[in-house]
């Protein structure tokens, strides 16, 4: 019986994010913002063991959704 190699291709679209990575795309320096739209479900995340994750097709999703909101002002009122 032969085995079959599964072949990956890469697919950038789809890969992990970390805070940091979310942080610097989005141009803000305090890290506090990208925490509240993840902790308020704006913006939806993955957790492997203490790391957050935020998939990338994900976050482009949130970027078109809030295309010309102040997300600072978005990040502040869902903190509320």
Request: aromatic share 4%; no cysteine; hydrophobic share 40%.
């Amino acid at each position: 019986m032969r085995s079959e190699k599964l072949e990956m291709f890469p697919d950038d679209t789809d890969r992990l994010m970390d805070t940091e990575e979310v942080r610097l795309r989005l141009g803000v320096v305090d890290k506090g913002t990208v925490f509240a739209l993840i902790n308020s479900e704006e913006l939806p995340s993955l957790r492997m063991g203490r790391r957050v994750l935020v998939r990338k097709v994900t976050f482009n999703k949130f970027l078109a959704d809030h295309e010309g909101q102040d997300l600072r002002e978005l990040a502040k009122q869902t903190g509320e």
